[in-house]
DNA sequence: CAGTAATCGAGACGGTACGTCCCGTCTTTAT
DNA sequence: ATAAAGACGGGACGTACCGTCTCGATTACTG
C-alpha cells in the first residue's frame, strides 16, 4: 500500500560513481508543496525552490523531466482516503467524511488538488497521469457503496458513479466556494443528506 | 443585472482624446478565452494574445494591469446560471441541471472555472474578487431551494448551504474527475438522488 | 540672411480652415533645445516634448516628419558665426575666436552639434542635410583667409581647407575633451599658434 | 598598461559555477561596434545585438547593466595611439600624424567616438567614465611636445593644453565635417602647420 | 453671419525595444 | 556519477516611446 506512494523520480540507471542523496527527493517535495500553496502553479519557479531548499537546478532535473512533472509527484506524496471498515454503511461514510474533511481542511491536499485540477483542464498528459490515480481516492466512496449493496443496506440499482459523486462532490465544492466554516453541524447535515439520496434504510427499526 | 456582468476594464478618466475602441475590449476577451482554454494558465502569454488579437500589448495593458485581471474578466463575460421559475421544485432542478450540465460541456465556463479556482487557492485577491461573484452563479440553486420552502415542498429546517452544495457539486465533481459521459440518464440520476436528499415529497401523493 | 535661419517646417498647403499657430513652431524648438541638452538624443521624446510644451503630439508631426527633423530644424536655430571684418586678419582671426568661444560656452550650440555629429556617423540623409549647413559656419574661417591672401597678408599658396581647421579644430577639440578653463589667456595662445601655424607675417614689421 | 585596456564588465563573484565565457565578451563587442557604425546610438537595440551575435539578451546583461556601458566598453577595446619614439619632434609628429589618420579612417574609432561625445555632453557619468580614458589617447601629443621641449627643440614656455589641442584637433574637425579626402599632401600642410605653430626651429640649417 | 475645414489638445492605436526573470540545459570543481 | 553553483539560449513580462489615428472643441476664412 505504502508501494504506491513511491516517488516516480527519474531512477538512476548506473551503479558506477557517486550514488543519489534521496533525503534530497525529500527536502525538494516539501519544498515544492510549500511553494505550491503559498504561490501557485505559474509563481512557482525550480530556480526558487532550488535555492530555498538548498538543492542545484541539476539535482532537480535529474530526477524531474520538468517542473509539472515535479508537483504532480508532489501530489503523489499527500495523504490518501483510506476505506473505512466500520461495519455498516453510516459509520463508514461518517469516517470517510471526516477523512475528507480532515484532508481539506488540514493539509495540502486542497489547494494542490485544485491547482492540477486547473491545469488538467488543457493538458492531457496530465489527465492521463492523475486521473487514474484520483479514482484511488474516489475509490473509498464506490467501495463503501458498494459494500453497502451487498449487505443490502442499498438498493442493487443504484449507479456507482452518481453516487460517489454525492458522497465527495458536496464537501469538495463547500471548502472550494463557500467561506462556511465546515463544522460537526455540517457534516452531520450533509451525512444525512446523502443516506437519504441514497435511499438508505436504517437497520433498526425495521 | 446586466450591469454586473460589465467588464472591470481599466477606465479612461475622462472624455478628452480618442475614446477606447470597445470592440478591441471584445476581441482581446475572446482571444484570451481561447488561449486559456488551449494551453492554461501558464502557457498563456500576452505577447501571444496581442499577435493573435491583432492588438498591441500596451492596448492590453490599458485595459488591465495584469494578465490575472484579463483573466478574471475574461471568465466574467462567460454565461451565467439563470434562475428558473417553472412553479415548482422538481421542474426548476431538472432546468437548473440542465443549465449547469450545458455551462460545462458547451462553453469555457468549466476549464476557466478550474483554473481560477487553482489561482484563488493561494490568491486572497483573486478570492475576493470572484468568490461573491460566484456566490451569484450559485444563487440559482440556493433561490430553487428558498422557494420550495416558501411553497412547503420542502422541510422548513433545511440547512441552505448544505442544500445548494448537493445541487451542484456532484456534477462539477463529475465533470471534473470522471470520464463517464454525462448523458441524460446520469442526469436523471442525480436529480432523483438530489430530491430524496432534500426529502421532497411530491405533490400529488400517489 | 534670415532667410537660411527659417524653419523648415512642413508648411500647410492649404489656406482653408484654421491657420496655423506660428508661435507653437518657437516653443517646441525650444522645448527640444531644452530636452536635447539636457537628456541628448536617445532619451528625448516628443512625448514628453508636447507635455512639456503644452502641444499636441499631432502639432508636432504636423510640422516635422520625425523627431530626427525635428532636431535639425532646431540646431538650424541656434546663433551662427558672423563674417568679421575688422581691417586685417589679425582683428579678424580675434574676433572669430571669441565668437567661438562665445557660442562654445554661453549657447547650445555645443552639445546640439556633438550630439548631431555623433547621428551623423551613421546617417547620410542627416550629413547632406547637415554638413553643407555647417560649412556655412566654417565659411568665416575661410572668408578671413581668403581676404588676408588678397590682401597679401598671407602666402598665396595655403591650402585652405586644412587653414581653416586650424581656426575651429583646435578650440572645438578642447571644450570637447579638455576640462581646462578656456581663459582669455588660452585664446591668446591659440591666437597666436594660428597666426604662426598661417606663416602670418605683422603688417608693420617692428 | 594593457591593465586599462580589460573590459569593465561586472565581474563573476566568486569561482564557483560555470564559468563566463569569455569569447561571448568579444562577439558582443564585435557586433555592438558593427551595430554602432551601423546604426548609430539609438537604432542599437540589445536585443538585435544578441541575435546578430547568437547570445541571450541575459548573457549581455549579465556583463553590462545597460546599453550605455556595453558602449563602453566596446569603444575601450578600439585601438589607441601609441607614443612615437623616432629621435626628433619631426619625426614623432609625423608619426602620430599617421596613427590618428590611420584612426580615422580604417577603424571604428571615428564614429564611435563622435556617438559618444554626443552621449558625454549631457550624461556626467559617461565624462567622469570617458574624459580621463581620452586623455590617455591625446597624451602621445603632449609626451612627443614635452620630450622636444627638453631636448631643445621647442620653446620652453609653450602651453602644452592648447599645443595639444593643436595637433589633434584640426584633423579631428576636417575627418568630422569635411568630404574633403584626407590625403598625403593634406597631412603634409597640416605636419607644416603644426611644427610653425609651435616654432619648431629644424635642427639642422643653424 | 452661418457653414466649412484645417487646426488645436488629448490620448488611443500597432509596433517594437527595454531590462528583468524563469525554464530546462550545460559546464565547471569538489566529493 | 552526483553535488552546488551558476552561465547559457530562448522567450514572456509589464513599461515606455514612436509615428499615426481619431475624437470634440476652436478659429479663421468663405459664400
Given at each position: 500500500m505504502n508501494q504506491e506512494r513511491k516517488l516516480k523520480v527519474i531512477q538512476s540507471?548506473?551503479?558506477?560513481g557517486r550514488p543519489r542523496d534521496t533525503s534530497r527527493d525529500l527536502v525538494i517535495i516539501e519544498t515544492t508543496l510549500r511553494h505550491l500553496t503559498l504561490y501557485g502553479y505559474e509563481a512557482l519557479s525550480t530556480t526558487e525552490i532550488a535555492k530555498d531548499a538548498g538543492v542545484s537546478k541539476a539535482t532537480i532535473y535529474r530526477r524531474w523531466p520538468s517542473k509539472r512533472f515535479l508537483i504532480i509527484d508532489a501530489f503523489k506524496t499527500l495523504p490518501r482516503l483510506e476505506v473505512p471498515n466500520t461495519g455498516n454503511l453510516e459509520g463508514d461514510l461518517k469516517d470517510l467524511l471526516d477523512q475528507l474533511h480532515f484532508l481539506f481542511t488540514s493539509t495540502y491536499v486542497l489547494p494542490v488538488l485544485q491547482i492540477l485540477t486547473g491545469e488538467m483542464s488543457h493538458d492531457e498528459v496530465l489527465q492521463e497521469e492523475l486521473l487514474p490515480w484520483l479514482e484511488e481516492r474516489y475509490y473509498p466512496g464506490r467501495a463503501i457503496i458498494e459494500r453497502a449493496i451487498e449487505k443490502k443496506e442499498?438498493?442493487?440499482?443504484?449507479?456507482l458513479e452518481t453516487a460517489q459523486s454525492i458522497v465527495v462532490g458536496p464537501l469538495l465544492t463547500m471548502v472550494s466556494y463557500s467561506k462556511t466554516n465546515i463544522d460537526e453541524e455540517v457534516l452531520t447535515n450533509l451525512f444525512n443528506f446523502i443516506l437519504k439520496a441514497l435511499n438508505y434504510k436504517s437497520e433498526e427499526p425495521e
Open positions: 540507471t548506473n551503479k558506477l442499498l438498493p442493487e440499482d443504484i449507479d
